[in-house]
């Protein structure tokens, strides 16, 4: 049975704040940081393993966490979906897709697919770790890889898929107080899904807001329980 769609997720009450949840100090957002955290296996479990969907039949994908070294600290590279697509269009999200028959591994995935939609050159990225699967509403079973970019940061974006590729620091987003909890009714089911609005400037340097939300905002929250373990 199809879920009827969030169609506008900023209209969805927000039920709380993670105020409580101490960010993450800047000790633990530095490169050598997150590849020692990466190169360190311990146990854990994430946070949110997915939109609540549960299918018999599940598609495999990838997307790429990018983290870009700037000077003043990693920011996170994100995508805008242009608004004519027929999955998550306008939302804020990784680069990422489907896993294809050539693909080796995951991370080739999610390298192929950055390639794709914002021209990041496969050697520009530093492949440090993977975060657990995430399981969408889309059916699709999603592979966060996580990786550095090395500058100079050049992007080409494909016009068919991404309206704009931006930037936000990493401090921000791994800092609980900026983590909105949201909850709704829908189909006599309870839905929750989080948020990170994010105001600052695009690609073209005009200030606006960004709705960080769902499936991309869950991976950054398990993120932060990584990092945090």
């Known amino acids: 049975m199809a879920r009827t769609p969030i169609i506008d997720p900023t209209a969805i009450p927000v039920v709380g704040i993670d105020h409580h949840l101490p960010a993450l100090p800047a000790a633990r957002l530095t490169p050598q940081a997150l590849r020692h955290r990466f190169s360190t296996p311990r146990a854990w479990r994430a946070e949110i393993q997915g939109d609540g969907f549960v299918a018999n039949k599940l598609a495999a994908a990838s997307v790429l966490v ?50 794709e939609e914002v021209g990041l050159v496969p050697d520009s990225v530093e492949i440090i770790g993977t975060l657990p699967m995430y399981t969408t509403v889309t059916k699709y079973v999603v592979t966060p890889v996580v990786g550095l970019l090395h500058l100079p940061l050049t992007l080409k974006l494909d016009p068919f898929e991404v309206a704009e590729a931006f930037e936000v620091p990493l401090s921000f987003l791994m800092t609980p107080a900026h983590h909105q909890r949201h909850q709704v009714e829908l189909d006599g089911l309870s839905r929750q899904f989080l948020s990170m609005p994010w105001d600052g400037p695009g690609a073209d340097g005009v200030h606006r807001r960004y709705f960080i939300w769902g499936a991309t905002a869950a991976m950054l929250r398990n993120l932060y329980a990584f990092l945090s373990d």
């Open 66 to 115: 990018p983290l870009v070294q700037r000077d003043a600290g990693l920011s996170v590279l994100l995508t805008r979906r242009t608004e004519h697509l027929r999955d998550h269009a306008g939302q804020i999200s990784f680069p990422g897709g489907r896993v294809e028959a050539g693909d080796a591994s995951a991370a080739a995935t999610a390298l192929r697919e950055a390639q």
